[in-house]
């Protein structure tokens, strides 16, 4: 148990050191984005700006989320506080969906009145620039979150590799703005950007939406643990009513188990037990729930199987 408890310290350690370094470059990649468009007077770069400084807001919200999702679970909450990274990334979607809002209002000054850019080449090069950092880290962030099953990390990740795509698109138009001379590709870029947040804002808030209805996990990794169970109930006569939900990243498992009604307690807390500790070594920050049941409940005929699935 103290292993298990040390991976978990470490594990929080490690997404909360993470989300603090997000905040950091988020305000670092905002400053150079504010440059840029300051140095260029662009609307396509404040639109890139715009959503920066949502990402700065997130990241200080999924820093919050992700120590309130760590905190042990107490009488008030005796299945944890995993969801509350959910909210993080719900707040995210709607987030950037303002930041659309405000980049379609630019657009529409613009449009009205598009002007050239000043000191474009210098502005570019520093934009260029934020978007590497920006592209580094997401692949950070989205990596890590995986690995440590942290939807706010990974939503956060999400978000900044679209920032990163949105980037080096107005860039490349930028530089065939100035290049022909065109004006009018700048607000028209701005528009562009505005479309992609807004899709990109419903999808992080639909996901999140799904992880708060208590999602199941995915048929792989369903099968998965169907296997895992099977090679590990020997004595059992039956499984049955396997339910999964997700919460962050934990994982709750839940199924009926049929045993000889003459078996003891004691001889079906060894199946449960041995069950337990195979899903728990492959899977983790799982929680399980075995309902032992005598071999009257079994939905299939005895003997079709060892140990099925009903």
């Not at 639109?47 to 120590?67: G, K, P, Q, R």
């Not at 050239?116 to 210098?122: C, K, T, V």
């Not at 949105?166 to 950007?193: I, K, Q, R, Y």
């Not at 003891?264 to 309902?291: F, N, Q, W």
Request: aromatic share 6%; proline share 4%; net charge negative.
């Amino acid at each position: 148990m103290t292993a298990i408890a040390d991976q978990k310290a470490a594990s929080k350690r490690r997404v909360a050191t993470l989300a603090i370094w997000s905040i950091v470059v988020a305000f670092v990649v905002t400053a150079l984005k504010l440059l840029a468009w300051r140095m260029t007077g662009s609307v396509a770069l404040y639109s890139d700006a715009l959503e920066s400084i949502a990402n700065v807001v997130t990241a200080m919200a999924a820093y919050w989320a992700i120590l309130v999702s760590h905190t042990p679970a107490d009488e008030d909450h005796p299945f944890g506080h995993h969801k509350a990274e959910y909210f993080s990334a719900v707040l995210e979607g709607v987030l950037i969906v303002v930041a659309a809002l405000l980049i379609l209002a630019q657009v529409w000054q613009s449009l009205r009145n598009p002007l050239p850019l000043e000191e474009p080449w210098p502005g570019l090069a520093v934009n260029t620039g934020a978007a590497f950092i920006n592209a580094a880290w997401a692949w950070v962030l989205i990596r890590n979150g995986r690995a440590q099953k942290s939807p706010a990390l990974v939503a956060d990740g999400q978000h900044i590799m679209t920032d990163v795509v949105t980037s080096f698109g107005v860039l490349a138009g930028l530089v065939a703005a100035v290049l022909t001379g065109w004006h009018l590709l700048d607000p028209l870029l701005a528009l562009l950007v505005a479309i992609n947040i807004l899709y990109q804002g419903w999808r992080v808030t639909s996901e999140s939406l799904s992880g708060l209805m208590d999602r199941a996990v995915d048929v792989q990794e369903n099968m998965r643990i169907r296997d895992i169970i099977s090679a590990n109930s020997k004595g059992a006569l039956e499984v049955h009513d396997l339910k999964t939900r997700i919460a962050g990243r934990a994982t709750f498992i839940e199924f009926h188990l049929v045993v000889d009604a003459g078996m003891s307690v004691g001889e079906s807390h060894v199946i449960c037990d041995r069950i337990e500790d195979a899903l728990k070594a492959e899977i983790p920050s799982v929680r399980i729930t075995i309902h032992v049941e005598p071999d009257d409940e079994a939905k299939l005929p005895r003997g079709t199987a060892a140990v099925p699935f009903a």
